[in-house]
């Protein structure tokens, strides 16, 4: 069976990047309206739209395994791609869909389940050969087992969910008599978020910097990595900002770490694209920490130094094709960093902040690529996450693509709500960012302020509200123009049309 209609199980940015694939592939897809976003912009990219707006449950639609079941069979897709998030590292889902002879883009619910588990991921991983920071070899039960660990190991040590991701259910312990506290707080916190209140424990590695490889596999056991990318801007563990290759890594490191990615994926028999995560100390250490079952938000900076279009990989291998890229086909060419553009209050700790945006202009310069979900009149809504863009930005070395990205920032323009904007503002133009000696630290501990004030920003909101002004004055004369005259177009116009997003 070859994938005909792809049932596109996610919205916003993610979804109308796979779209825009299976378009080219010639592939048909299907998008899910829902009661939250009922004309939200992904639903326009796809050929058919299941209208699920009407759906009172309380479960959402992308959280629902046996919906989506119901929505891919009758709307006769015969594939389903989960994008990322929660359903996209759900073993449980993966095969639900293979128990309805749907194809599953993603790999086997036994890899899905296996690197999901970190207890288990650590164990591989170790029978592997694969270099880990010393803790435990399974869960832990409770705080007097974890402090006993902890006194062999050394302090600090960290609580880590054994579901888990993206920083919940992670706790830092310094000392002992903070264990009982924070393994308490972990463990609530991962039953809450993965619905598992498993944790383990290992040493902390302080200071270090975060290192992932993108890894591509197929069903015949062909597996290879297109390079690493640094995802050491952080903030409580989530990333912010991310980049390829990583400045910390030489041709030797790399093929190193390169290498350990890709037996750990072989000893899952992993088919799909995955990233495997390291962390890297300050003596060149590094550390296998987890790997992620699924294309990651920043897949994109990976796409553009190597000229690969994951999704197309991912769909290609689900349809049973052989890999036909070698190790030694992966070039790494210029430099791209990736900017998560989110609706959040940067001086008020990055809190949410929801809202309808009334206004946007991003950047169209040859150096930039734009990821995004949101059009101008969309709402930022509490029940879905905050990303409004991911502005991908190149040069062919990592001096230019920051000089590159500095410009685009500063092209941005976003009215409605608070945007992470300001935060990168700054970012672009901190010297240990510019040197490359951040670490996952930087932020807690290198930035005296998260906020870059321009006065730029000012007269560039004043620009565009002129123009805009301009603009839809001159479209009520030109309508009342004679069809004649129609031909001749203003160049404010003109330009509205070229630059319109």
Known sequence: MKIAKILIANRGEIAIRIMKTAKMMGIRTVAIRTAVEPAAMYLSFADEVFDNSEDESEIPVFLNVEKLIAIALKSGANAVHPGYGFLAESAYFAQKCLDNNIIYIGPS???????????????????????????????????????????????????????????????????????????????????KAFNDPSVFIEKYIENPKHIEFQILGDSKGNIIHLGERECSIQRKHQKLLEEAPSCALDAGLRKKMGEMAVRIAKAVDYSSAGTVEFLLDSERNFYFMEMNTRIQVEHPVTEVITGIDLVEQQIRIANGETLKLKQEDIKLRGWAIECRINAEDVQAGFAPSPGKIEKISMPS????????????????????????????????????????????????????????????????????????????????????????????????????????????NLQETNTSRDAANSSEMSPWLLNKRITQF
Do not use: H
């Open 109 to 191: 619910p036994d890899a899905i389940y296996k690197m999901g588990n970190k207890t288990i991921a650590r164990r591989l991983a170790l029978k592997s050969g694969i270099p880990m920071a010393m803790g435990s070899e399974g869960n832990i039960s409770d705080e007097e087992e974890a402090v006993r660990i902890a006194d062999k190991i050394g302090y600090p040590v960290i609580i880590k969910a054994a579901s888990g991701g993206g920083g919940r259910g992670m706790r830092i312990v310094r000392k002992a008599e903070e264990m009982e506290r924070m393994f308490t707080i972990a463990s609530k916190e991962a039953e």
């Open 365 to 472: 310069d040859n150096y930039v690529r734009v990821d995004t979900g949101i059009q101008e009149g969309s709402a930022i809504v509490s029940s879905y996450d905050s990303m409004i863009a991911k502005l991908i930005v190149s040069g062919k070395d990592r001096k230019e693509a920051i000089r590159n990205c500095k410009m685009a920032l500063d092209k941005v323009w976003i009215k409605g709500t608070k945007t992470t904007l300001p935060f990168f503002r700054l970012l672009v133009r901190n010297q240990k960012f510019i040197d490359g000696s951040f670490t996952t630290a930087f932020i807690e501990k290198d930035l005296d302020k998260y906020y870059f004030y321009s006065d730029y920003e000012e007269m560039l909101a004043a620009w565009l509200a002129t123009r805009l002004f301009v603009d839809e």
